[in-house]
């Protein structure tokens, strides 16, 4: 079956503005993941779903960053104000661990270049 | 806090050779650990993944052993091949979340 897609591929954007990364996870997968992957480094966790409520925001850096995933499949990361800093790559991910599955599936991620 | 340190950064092989690329955390009440693999510019892909019951987990030319108490695991690739050139990431998971090292950029030369 599909795995996890995650849309744009690609985003460049001018630094003030706001953005939107959309992720589609894998179907009947109940937890959904972010995490941001900064040049050279591993990824590290943002926010984690677990249905449609967050169940765990701690790796939010500040209050520009939001995520919502309103009918507990689709899921859309949210910056506002943009910062040079924010350029990374986002990475989604989803699980079954309603099904008792804690393997994390990964989709190609969401390139974000702040210019 | 967890931490994860992956040794080496960067490593260079011939074709062919056996190579070890090693993992450590320093808090051992984990719930499992993952071996990835990352493409230039792409995302990850699983390659192996131990639960904290587990020792070892293989999968064709992948070996990867855990030592809960040790903080430590090691993955083994037999016999490498060109093809075999990556960023391999080794994770941890606590409760529900990966927390990552910074990867071994493996190249393997022809």
């Known amino acids: 079956g599909a795995g996890v897609s995650q849309t744009p591929s690609n985003k460049v954007t001018e630094k003030g503005k706001y953005v939107e990364l959309r992720c589609d996870p894998i179907s009947g997968h109940t937890a959904l993941y972010w995490y941001r992957q900064s040049l050279g480094q591993g990824p590290e966790f943002l926010i984690y779903?677990?249905?449609?409520?967050?169940?765990?925001d701690s790796g939010l850096p500040n209050d520009r960053f939001f995520a919502v995933r309103p009918e507990g499949s689709v899921s859309t990361l949210k910056i506002q104000r943009t910062e040079r800093g924010d350029s990374a790559v986002y990475l989604c991910a989803s699980s079954d661990l309603a099904g008792g599955s804690d393997t994390q599936y990964f989709g190609p991620g969401t390139r974000l270049t702040v210019l | 806090k967890q931490e994860v340190t992956q040794i080496p950064a960067a490593l260079s092989v011939p074709e062919g050779e056996n190579l070890v690329l090693n993992c450590s955390f320093t808090?051992?009440?984990?719930?499992?650990l993952q071996w990835f693999r990352q493409d230039p510019g792409k995302g990850l892909t699983s390659l192996l993944l131990?639960?904290?019951?587990?020792r070892e987990q293989t999968s064709g030319r992948l070996n990867a052993s855990l030592d809960k108490s040790s903080g430590r695991s090691t993955l083994y690739i037999a016999a490498s091949q060109p093809g075999d050139s990556a960023t391999y990431l080794c994770?941890?998971?606590?409760?529900?979340?990966?927390?990552f090292g910074t990867g071994t950029r493996l190249k393997v030369l022809a």
């Open positions: 994770a941890v998971m606590g409760t529900y979340k990966y927390i």
């Open positions: 131990i639960q904290s019951s587990q």
């Open positions: 779903f677990q249905g449609t409520g967050a169940a765990d």
């Open positions: 808090d051992s009440a984990i719930y499992n």
